[in-house]
């Protein structure tokens, strides 16, 4: 079955503008998370979706937004962006809806450069 | 607050031999812990987990060993191979908060 699917893969955007990065799951996944991987850190958690309903929530500022449509696809938003706003942005899908290890499926990232 | 430490920020092992990656957590609460591999520009792929009413679990040439009471686990790859060389992160969770608290990630080089 095909697995998450991130687009874009590659986009440059300047100081000040927004974005809006769009995220397919896999195919019966309810659960979609976001997190930011910049260079020498860790995954952040930026927030998760289940059902379309934000379920969970990282400490990002509020120009950090997402949605979760009916059909499980996925959309984060950042607005006012800032040269730090710059890494690899990366959804993955979940069918946990309760107990159990939370086994996550990772799309290949968007790569985000603000010049 | 770092509720799940991976203190060694690269490893160097001999190709053939065992890499044993490190992971030590703050939270007495978390029930499930999971090893991902990430190579560059491609997203983190899941390997092995293991829950916390369990001391050992194997997958071929993977194996992660728990030790709750000094709250600390370890990944033990054998025979270790060129492939292997990437960066491991392990991460936590909780049955209460399915969110998944990673670590910093080791990056592992193995020399052929």
């Known amino acids: 079955k095909a697995g998450v699917t991130q687009t874009p893969r590659y986009l440059i955007k300047t100081r000040g503008q927004q974005v809006t990065l769009s995220c397919s799951p896999i195919?019966?996944?309810?659960?979609v998370s976001w997190y930011q991987q910049t260079p020498g850190q860790g995954l952040q958690f930026l927030f998760e979706?289940?059902?379309?309903?934000?379920?969970n929530k990282g400490n990002f500022p509020g120009r950090f937004s997402g949605r979760q449509f009916s059909n499980s696809r996925s959309e984060m938003n950042v607005s006012t962006l800032e040269l730090g706003d710059s890494a690899l942005y990366l959804c993955?899908?979940?069918?946990?809806?309760?107990?159990?290890?939370?086994?996550?499926?990772f799309g290949a990232g968007s790569r985000l450069t603000v010049l | 607050d770092q509720q799940v430490k991976q203190n060694s920020p690269s490893l160097s092992v001999q190709e053939g031999r065992i890499s044993i990656l490190n992971c030590d957590y703050t939270?007495?609460?978390?029930?499930?812990f999971l090893w991902y591999k990430k190579y560059p520009a491609e997203g983190p792929t899941f390997l092995i987990s293991?829950?916390?009413i369990k001391d050992k679990n194997e997958d071929g040439r993977f194996t992660v060993f728990l030790n709750k009471s000094a709250k600390h686990l370890s990944l033990h790859i054998v025979p270790s191979q060129p492939g292997d060389s990437a960066v491991y992160f392990c991460?936590?969770?909780?049955?209460?908060?399915?969110?998944?608290?990673w670590g910093a990630g080791t990056k592992l080089i193995i020399k052929p």
């Open positions: 993955a899908s979940s069918s946990l809806a309760g107990p159990g290890a939370n086994v996550l499926t």
């Open positions: 195919s019966g996944h309810r659960s």
């Open positions: 979706y289940f059902s379309e309903t934000q379920r």
């Open positions: 939270n007495s609460m978390f029930d499930y």
């Open positions: 293991i829950s916390s």
């Open positions: 991460a936590a969770s909780s049955n209460s908060n399915y969110q998944l608290i």
